[in-house]
């Protein structure tokens, strides 16, 4: 099982509507307004939109096959559920030793806690690649 | 086959589960002179204020029963004969086909002239507890040696309400990164929370005076009511001193983490590995090599075929209020090209270190996030010769890698391609 989202960079417009997708699908209130007004600091996108002058693409956890950030985790809190590398809320320390080694700088720093993509908790396909208007976002399952 | 694993630390978990990733069936046994499951050691200054032990565990209690180990826990190791496949116990002595060696370090006490009280220190489980019991009638506490440890060590005891007087012999608490605006940041740092900081002091002895201790330093005589050394760690290898075992400071392993006796494996804090970027063996006693090592002796030691790439030193870690991330080597030679930059204000610190175009080090001190990048670069031996100014003042950044380079990331880390 591998599951991925790809970045099509040559049809990416920099919109980043997937961070807004992002942010809203993982908001305590689902909508839109509150989570922006309210929510938004607790709750930030999984997406990291990049841009280097005229290239912007989004990168989030690519699954790798052999994670170094399961192999770094001080805490044994990372482990990998049906294809996607999970973070254990509870077990997170925030040590950041995850921040340390992941090559794709997905893994991001919230509130003492590291949190990552989560394929929209394993729905068939992920809220951002649903929502990309170029469809520069493309989700490999398999 | 048996597989026998002597530890229980994060190498020894590592290599319960790359055994069992090949093979489910063979029997596994552990021994371990600690009397408990496996558990963090970053974390163990949680210890000092949390009652549960259970906020430290490495891995959860069914661990050892879900992955069929036999655990033999709180028994030492006292002598191996390798050609005998034989390991002696205290009280009991045990045959085995394939042997993990991941006993770990212990902690390096130095004598202090005229004192014979108790010195703590701060390695494990056992030594965190008896500190933690002594400090309920203490509340001034000398700590020895300006390391990860301790320096980690004092920040927790002044959360705690005590008096810390940290004594570090070097310029700066982790002068051992070889960076000395990092040290100057930490030593500003810990004295501005309130710790007693002393630098360039060596101890020259110590008495007992009632209940407390005068500690004579070259510079003064300061009054404190336990003394805790964190004067480092060094492997535990006393079993195996007077085998045919090849140990420098630690055992000496190869890529694949095997030592110079026959079906003798060993991983993590007690190993020495080839560094590539010191071009030497080093022990690194580091959470994610120990993991790492433990993983790929696992899989070797169950027919499979797992290499160690690379080894150098890496650590995340926050004192008092800095954060920081540090990678690779900092101390440059002369060849070496040293890029750098501070924002006092902002408390931002960013050095990374060029060698022939490749990045071999790089610290990241206040912003820490994506620091991985750097570190793949350095674990990649990419060419940075184009991008070296952008990395270092811009916010690290996937796309600042030039695509072709991105599109073999992504590929060797997805895919497993080298």
């Known amino acids: 099982m591998k599951r991925r989202i790809i970045c099509n960079e040559d049809f990416c417009i920099g919109c980043r509507l997937c961070e807004v997708y992002c942010n809203v699908k993982h908001s305590k209130s689902g909508d839109i307004l509150l989570a922006y007004k309210y929510e938004k600091e607790k709750e930030p996108s999984r997406m990291a939109f990049e841009q280097k002058e005229h290239v912007c693409g989004s990168i989030v956890c690519m699954n790798c096959k052999d994670p170094l950030c399961i192999k770094a985790c001080s805490m044994g809190a990372i482990k990998i559920e049906d294809g996607t590398v999970i973070i254990d809320n509870e077990r997170c320390v925030g040590c950041w030793m995850c921040v340390m080694v992941c090559p794709f700088g997905a893994i991001k720093r919230g509130d003492e806690k590291a949190f990552k993509c989560d394929h929209c908790h394993g729905e068939e396909v992920p809220i951002c690649v649903l929502n990309c208007p170029n469809k520069a976002l493309v989700y490999e399952a398999d | ?418």
């Open chain 2, 1 to 418: 086959m048996k597989y026998v694993i002597i530890g229980n630390g994060t190498a020894a978990v590592g290599a319960i589960e790359g055994i069992r990733y090949n093979d489910k069936k063979s029997e596994i046994i552990l021994i371990s002179k600690e009397n408990c499951i496996s558990y963090s050691k970053p974390q163990l200054y949680k210890m000092l204020n949390q009652e549960n032990l259970k906020s430290i565990y490495y891995r959860n209690e069914e661990f050892y029963i879900n992955n069929n180990v036999s655990t033999i826990l709180g028994k030492t190791l006292k002598s191996v004969d390798f050609s005998k496949k034989l390991l002696v116990l205290e009280d009991d002595s045990i045959k085995y086909d394939r042997l993990l060696i991941a006993t770990g370090t212990k902690a390096n006490v130095p004598k202090l002239k005229g004192f014979d009280g108790e010195i703590y220190s701060f390695t494990n489980i056992d030594e965190a507890l008896k500190l933690k019991q002594s400090l309920v009638n203490k509340d001034k506490i000398a700590v020895l040696g300006g390391g990860l440890i301790g320096a980690k060590l004092s920040e927790y005891l002044h959360k705690m309400g005590k008096e810390v007087i940290l004594i570090v012999s070097s310029k700066g608490v982790l002068s051992s990164l070889g960076d000395e605006k990092i040290s100057e940041i930490l030593n500003k740092e810990i004295l501005e929370k309130g710790v007693n900081l002393l630098l360039s002091r060596n101890i020259l002895g110590a008495k007992k005076i009632d209940s407390k201790i005068e500690l004579k330093l070259d510079k003064e005589t300061i009054k404190c009511d336990a003394i805790v050394s964190c004067k480092g760690v060094k492997p535990e290898i006393s079993p195996f001193e007077k085998t045919e075992l090849s140990i420098n400071q630690g055992i000496i392993v190869d890529e694949h983490m095997r030592t110079n006796v026959d079906e003798v494996f060993a991983a993590g804090d007690v190993t020495e590995m080839y560094n590539s970027i010191e071009d030497a063996y080093c022990n690194i006693p580091i959470l994610p090599n120990a993991y790492g090592g433990g993983y790929s002796a696992g899989i070797n030691m169950s027919g499979g075929n797992s290499k160690i790439e690379t080894v150098y030193p890496m650590n995340s870690l926050k004192i008092f209020d800095v954060k920081m991330i540090t990678m690779g080597l900092l101390s440059p030679t002369e060849k070496d090209e040293v890029m750098s930059l501070f924002d006092p204000e902002k408390k931002v610190y960013r050095k990374l270190v060029i060698r022939g175009e490749k990045l071999i080090g790089a610290a990241l001190l206040g912003d820490i996030d994506r620091a991985g990048i750097l570190n793949n670069i350095i674990r990649s031996n990419l060419d940075v010769s184009t991008i070296k100014e952008e990395l270092l003042n811009n916010k690290i950044n996937f796309y600042v890698l030039p695509r072709d380079m991105r599109e073999v990331i992504v590929k060797s880390y997805t895919e497993g391609i080298k």
